[in-house]
């Protein structure tokens, strides 16, 4: 029996080798458990990451065209504010120069106003004189008729008396005396 008793501790040996063995089995099971979710938990963790990183690598790239998109829409801002500024500057001489030219319209308009009231006026002028000579030349005329008329009753005396040759210095006589009238006159004005 004690061969049996020594296979029976041999058993029981083995059997609560076996249980400590169950019990390591089962734990190793539960480690192994846990380390597979940590490994899951890690990887999902890892795409995670690796979608951030990819996202992140997209958000560098989508700021860097927005850093640039700035840095362009900064120049053109410039550029811009200086054609704002050259064109201000352009309306300015031009409103300036506008000026100067409403002035000038202004004044060549007055000096055509005045030019016409001077032309009035002379135009004015010179009718009445032409009025005052074609009065006079009436007047001259109506003095040579008369003149004419005692001219030819002198002739016609003189004919009668035999004068005839007097003629040529009565009417030199008359056209002289015309002449002093029109060159007196015309100095008076």
């Known amino acids: 029996m004690d061969i049996a008793n020594g296979v029976v501790s041999k058993m029981e040996a083995l059997e609560r080798d076996n249980a400590s063995k169950k019990d390591e089995i089962q734990s190793l099971k539960m480690e192994i458990e846990s380390l597979r979710r940590e ?11 690796e979608e951030a990183g990819s996202e992140a690598v997209v958000l560098s790239s989508v700021l860097e065209d927005r850093e640039r998109m700035l ?31 409403e002035v000038r319209e202004s004044e060549e308009r007055c000096k055509r106003v005045r030019m016409e009231e001077e032309m009035r006026e002379k135009v004015c002028e010179k009718e009445k004189q032409i009025e005052r000579l074609k009065q006079r030349i009436i007047y001259l005329e109506e003095a040579k008729g008369v003149e004419m008329e005692q001219n030819s009753e ?19 006589g008359g056209a002289a005396v015309v002449a002093v009238f029109y060159f007196y006159f015309r100095k008076r004005r």
Do not use: C, Y
């Open 71 to 101: 840095r362009f829409l900064e120049r053109e801002t410039k550029t811009l504010k200086q054609m704002n500024a050259e064109g201000e500057m352009k309306v300015r001489d031009l409103e300036r120069r506008i000026g100067v030219l």
């Open 154 to 172: 002198i002739e016609d005396e003189e004919e009668k008396k035999g004068l005839g040759f007097m003629w040529p210095l009565v009417a030199a």
């Open 39 to 49: 490994a899951e938990e890690l990887e999902s963790e890892m795409n995670a990451a």
